[in-house]
């Protein structure tokens, strides 16, 4: 049995490199730069994709607010990937691919902003009143491919038990563990008891906290990195000049440090950033769908905003907090890079990154849950929900209580097939995503 489950491993890590693979990788890429200049340059209009995702808009039918939206998710894309993974790309692709990650934010904001466009757009009203959207709902009216759209919606409900929950809920378990010394089955009860306590409550509860949880996490964790930043100060320019360079010309070994060319540097700061705002998945479009808008533009602004402040803010504050510590330097990869760093903070450095991580994981687990449900409710309807919330609770606490990296590449394989159907989506709807954004805006004006 054992040697069974080594070879599965061992082909679903392997399917999963193979689905995150270069043709995956630049298609993605490929459409940010595509959407980016068909939009006509829609970050240009950042300012405006901030002030609208606080001013309030009750001209709309929707579930939650424009704000609360955006919390949810940005709970469920601010979380490891934005502490373990750009310490990997770090580790694995040198300086420079914090430059390529970067860009790889700028670029997805034209994306973002699409999928959520079309998923408002194409939204529906339920029986009970509440609104469902996302790309199952676009391909299947809009574009009439109902199987492609039940594909999607499956890998969805798929890939949020992995990488939404018992990733998420694995990585708090560990850090506790080795922090606290608790055994996996403690910490799993309790993030089963406050899982319950949210999810249960439909996509109004958790928006509710994550409304309160989000701007605390993320102006906590940036604060953090912030103080590493003044501390060492003087050693800013450098790291600056140093990502720049090495984004250009790759970086010689130093020290524990495995030298890497340009394409490494390309090659992780550009998957790092894709897997870090899940531009182009499909995901975050359909808490957008739940938002209270009359204006399906209005609500592809706000959405858009989530990339900013995940990659382009809070990605690259983390990068350049580990560069002037030195610890990249070391040999560590991942989450034990970061804590390296931290641990310049003095002794409440390390309780900080855990107190972070704590955070950014359960609040992935609060959206991904709503991501989850409505891929299963529409397969089967609304009287999934209850039984799947029940199931979401119990992996919570199995994801804390055993090491899963056939989870983990299972999920990350998920999420790779669910850009497939999303990228169609995206392309044979460029024409009025474009032209209904033009007219909006020639409206305002």
């Not at 970067?102 to 939204?123: D, M, P, Q, S």
């Not at 996996?184 to 999810?199: E, K, M, P, R």
Request: include cysteine; proline fraction near 3%.
């Amino acid at each position: 049995m054992s040697q069974f489950l080594a070879s599965l491993e061992s082909a679903v890590a392997a399917a999963s490199s193979f689905v995150w693979g270069p043709p995956l990788l630049i298609a993605l890429g490929g459409l940010h730069v595509f959407l980016t200049f068909r939009l006509g340059f829609i970050q240009r209009r950042l300012g405006t994709m901030i002030r609208l995702s606080v001013a309030r808009d009750s001209s709309g039918s929707g579930d939650v607010s424009h704000w609360g939206a955006l919390a949810t998710a940005l709970a469920a894309t601010v979380g490891t990937g934005n502490i373990v993974g750009v310490a990997t790309a770090l580790a694995l692709g040198g300086p420079g691919a914090l430059l390529w990650m970067w860009l790889t934010g700028v670029f997805g904001i034209a994306t973002k902003y699409a999928e959520a466009f079309i998923a408002v757009k194409h939204r529906v009203r339920n029986p009970d009143g509440t609104h469902a959207g996302g790309a199952m709902y676009v391909l299947r009216d809009a574009l009439k491919m109902p199987r492609l759209a039940a594909v999607f919606a499956a890998l969805v409900g798929i890939a949020a038990f992995g990488i939404g929950n018992m990733v998420q809920a694995h990585s708090i378990s560990s850090f506790t563990t080795e922090r606290l010394g608790l055994p996996g089955w403690q910490t799993g009860l309790v993030l089963a008891v406050l899982t319950s306590l949210v999810v249960f409550g439909g996509i109004r509860s958790i928006a509710r906290v994550c409304v309160l949880l989000v701007p605390l996490m993320i102006i906590g964790y940036l604060g953090g990195c912030l103080a590493l930043l003044v501390k060492y100060a003087d050693r800013l320019p450098d790291a600056l000049s140093l990502v720049f360079s090495s984004a250009f010309s790759g970086h010689a070994a130093v020290g524990g440090f495995i030298g890497a060319g340009v394409a490494q540097a390309i090659r992780y700061g550009v998957a790092r950033g894709l897997f870090s705002n899940e531009s182009g998945m499909g995901s975050a479009p359909i808490v957008s769908a739940a938002a209270r808008t009359a204006d399906p533009v209005r609500q592809a602004l706000v959405a858009a905003s989530a990339t900013f402040w995940d990659t382009v803010v809070v990605c690259a504050c983390t990068g350049l907090a580990l560069l002037v510590t030195g610890e990249w330097q070391g040999g560590a990869k991942g989450a034990a890079l970061t804590a390296a760093s931290f641990s310049h903070l003095g002794a409440w450095g390390p309780w900080f990154l855990y107190i972070a991580l704590f955070t950014f994981c359960f609040s992935t687990i609060l959206g991904w849950a709503y991501y989850g449900e409505r891929g299963v409710e529409y397969l089967f309807g609304q009287r999934s929900l209850r039984p799947y919330r029940a199931l979401w609770v119990i992996a919570t606490f199995v994801g804390a209580s055993l090491s899963l990296q056939l989870v983990w590449d299972f999920a990350d394989m998920a999420n790779g097939l669910m850009v497939i159907p999303n990228l169609i989506a995206l392309l044979l709807l460029h024409n009025q995503i474009a032209t209904d954004t033009r007219a909006y805006f020639a409206k305002k004006s």
